[in-house]
């Protein structure tokens, strides 16, 4: 089974703190995406990469950005956290070999800025 | 743009049948995703549709119209832990990102 491992499940921080979420997986995946989830809003992504130092631009990336020195591993950067930012964070990933399976996600990280 | 429409919330009997819609609008299609996801869990595959067409799975079934840009998830003979949040989503490309609707919450009462 392909396992998306996010570091945190719940973290608490403080406005103006840099904050960094990590999420790895096990399957040799190409493609790892970030999305923000949001009551009323569903999910909306942030960014994503392709492959190893590649990364693009999501629906909302201000406010964040991303990391993929590996390919298992793709990190979520907030520079200055925001009380805006509170929300849940889910990672995911998938195979281009396995598109009918759809995304991997994740458990969440569950982000408070206080 | 993009656009993906589907009801915010839907109630239901145990033992019932429950029809979710999802109407979509976007520059490409490369297929149309439904996902299951409980309060405070990651969201997990349901179904997975890329034809024109009715795909069953057991209690699930899930249909597309591609000239319609309209979706439906059908849950038969709904059970209790049926109660969770039902996303529809949208790819343009195999393996690209996902756009997803507001997601359906479903109630299931005894």
């Known amino acids: 089974d392909v396992k998306v491992t996010q570091s945190s499940r719940y973290l608490v921080k403080r406005t103006g703190e840099k904050v960094f979420l990590e999420c790895v997986q096990d399957?040799?995946?190409?493609?790892m995406f970030w999305y923000r989830q949001d009551p009323g809003l569903g999910l909306r992504l942030i960014y994503f990469?392709?492959?190893?130092?590649?990364?693009e631009k999501g629906d909302i990336p201000e406010g964040y950005s991303v990391s993929r020195e590996k390919k298992e591993r793709f990190s979520l950067i907030l520079e200055s956290a925001s009380t805006n930012q509170t929300s849940m964070y889910l990672c995911?990933?998938?195979?281009?070999?396995?598109?009918?399976?759809?995304?991997?996600f994740g458990s969440g990280t569950r982000l408070t800025v206080v | 743009g993009q656009n993906i429409d589907q009801p915010t919330e839907m109630t239901a009997t145990e033992g019932a049948i429950v029809q979710i819609n999802c109407t979509y609008q976007?520059?490409?299609?490369?297929?149309l995703f439904w996902y299951q996801q409980h309060a405070g869990e990651a969201p997990t595959f349901l179904s997975y549709n890329v034809l024109d067409g009715l795909e069953e799975k057991g209690r699930f079934s899930s249909f597309l119209s591609r000239s319609k840009g309209y979706s439906y998830l059908l849950l038969k003979e709904l059970q209790m832990k049926d109660s969770a949040s039902y996303l529809c989503a949208v790819t343009q490309a195999a393996g690209n990102k996902l756009t997803f609707g507001g997601g359906t919450r479903v109630l299931v009462k005894p």
């Open positions: 399957m040799d995946h190409e493609n």
């Open positions: 976007t520059s490409g299609f490369n297929g």
């Open positions: 990469s392709y492959d190893v130092k590649m990364k």
């Open positions: 995911a990933s998938i195979s281009k070999a396995t598109k009918y399976y759809g995304y991997t």
